[in-house]
Nanobody
Framework: QVQLVESGGGSVQAGGSLRLACVVS????????MGWFRQAPGKKREGVAT???????MYAESVKGRFTISLDNVKNTVYLQMNSLKPEDTAMYFC???????????????????????WGQGTQVTVSS
């Protein structure tokens, strides 16, 4: 049974940092593309960061240079390090997984939520000004 369980959300002031974690079970994550998405109240869910099985990474323009996605293969955990947080980063953050992409498809598709088969339950991030 595939499971993705997020943790690490919380409330911080603008300029602060948080590290989200997603523990993966039920599949070999090295064969999958892992992603972080977020959804703010009244807004559509958007892709934040992804990492393909070959190590390729992609970030939303709004988080480039501030957020970093990483994998710990021993712990079967995907992380999202979030620095220099802004109030507009406030959202529910979700971990997601889908079978790995070929390089040609990855950059065209991997930030689209409809591409992902498996989802965690989400963890709330609130950034105050």
């Amino acid at each position: 049974q595939v499971q993705l369980v997020e943790s690490g959300g919380g409330s911080v002031q603008a300029g602060g940092s948080l590290r989200l974690a997603c523990v993966v079970s039920g599949f070999i994550h090295n064969n999958y593309c892992m992603g972080w998405f977020r959804q703010a109240p009244g807004k559509k869910r958007e892709g934040v960061a992804t990492r393909n099985s070959d190590g390729s990474e992609m970030y939303a323009e709004s988080v480039k240079g501030r957020f970093t996605i990483s994998l710990d293969n021993v712990k079967n955990t995907v992380y999202l390090q979030m620095n220099s947080l802004k109030p507009e980063d406030t959202a529910m953050y979700f971990c997601a997984a889908t079978p790995a992409y070929s390089s040609g498809n990855y950059y065209a598709r991997a930030l689209q939520q409809d591409e992902y088969e498996y989802w965690g339950q989400g963890t709330q991030v609130t950034v105050s000004s």
